[in-house]
C-alpha cells in the first residue's frame, strides 16, 4: 500500500525565517494531496489541498509545491512567525473508491521570535 | 456547523475493560473515517464507512476493535479487553465524497488505558 515519508519530524527556524517539509510517497496513482496544521491539543485543520494537476500552489504566508516525477511533495512556510509554531502533516489519497488518506509522521515546526 | 463531534474527549480505562468512542459527522457528509494517533506511529487509519456501509477496515487490530455506523448521524469505535499499548488519541473524520476527499477531523478522544 502507499507509504508516505516526511522529513523532517523537527524543525526549529527564527521568526522571518523560511520553514521547508518535504514528503516523498510511493503510489504513482495518487490524485489528491493535502497538508494539515495540528496545534497543541486541538484537531488537524485543513491548510491546503492540491490536485496533481497543479504543481505550485499559493496559500496565505505559504507554498505547496508538487512533483509528480519524483513523487514529492513539499510545503514552504515564507517569513514563519511564532503562530505558526504547530505539527504539519501530509497526506495522499488515489481518490475514486479508496477515499482513505495516508498521512506522513508529522513534522513539529518550532518558530522562535 | 459544529464540525465533527467526538466524545468523551478524554476517558480512562483499566486495563482489559471495554471503551465506546462516539463520533457525530458533519450533517450531510457521507463517509466517515477513524483514525488513531501516537508519538510513535503517527496518525494510523483504522476503518472508514461510506453510506453508513463497512468499505475498508484494513487498518483495525482483528482482535478487540469493532466500529459500526448504524445511522448518518453517528458511529462508534469499540475496543473490547483494553490494553497500556491501545492509549492513543482516537481521530474521526467525516467527508462529502463529492468534494475530491476533503477529511474534515474531530477534535479527537484521548484513551488513556492503566
Known amino acids: 500500500g502507499e507509504q508516505v515519508e516526511q522529513r523532517p519530524p523537527h524543525l526549529s527556524v527564527r521568526e522571518g525565517d523560511s520553514a521547508f517539509i518535504t514528503c516523498t510517497y510511493t503510489d504513482p496513482n495518487s490524485y489528491y494531496f493535502f497538508w494539515y496544521k495540528q496545534e497543541p491539543g486541538a484537531s488537524l485543520q485543513l491548510l491546503m489541498k492540491v490536485f ?62 | 456547523n459544529a464540525g465533527v463531534i467526538q466524545t468523551p474527549r478524554h476517558k480512562v480505562t483499566g ?50 476493535f469493532s466500529a459500526q455506523m448504524p445511522n448518518q448521524s453517528h458511529s462508534t469505535l469499540k475496543i473490547q479487553s483494553t490494553q497500556p499499548q491501545d492509549s492513543a488519541v482516537y481521530l474521526c473524520a467525516s467527508t462529502g465524497l463529492g468534494v475530491q476527499n476533503t477529511l474534515y477531523f474531530g477534535a479527537g478522544t484521548r484513551l488513556s488505558v492503566l
Not at chain 1, 60 to 82: E, I, W, Y
Not at chain 1, 89 to 99: D, I, P, Q, T, Y
Open chain 1, 52 to 113: 496533481s494537476s497543479t504543481e505550485i500552489n499559493e496559500g496565505q504566508g505559504f507554498t505547496v509545491l508538487l512533483n509528480k516525477k519524483d513523487k514529492r511533495l513539499s510545503l514552504n512556510l515564507t517569513a514563519a512567525h511564532p503562530g505558526d509554531s504547530a505539527a504539519y502533516f501530509c497526506a495522499v489519497s488515489a481518490g475514486g473508491s479508496n477515499a482513505k488518506l495516508t498521512f506522513g509522521k508529522g513534522t513539529k515546526l518550532s518558530v522562535k521570535s
Open chain 2, 15 to 64: 486495563k482489559g475493560q471495554e471503551a465506546t468512542l462516539w463520533c457525530e459527522p458533519i450533517s450531510g457528509h457521507s463517509a466517515v473515517f477513524w483514525y488513531r494517533q501516537t508519538i510513535v506511529q503517527g496518525l494510523e487509519f483504522l476503518t472508514y464507512f461510506r453510506n453508513q456501509a463497512p468499505i475498508d477496515d484494513s487498518g483495525m487490530p482483528k482482535e478487540r
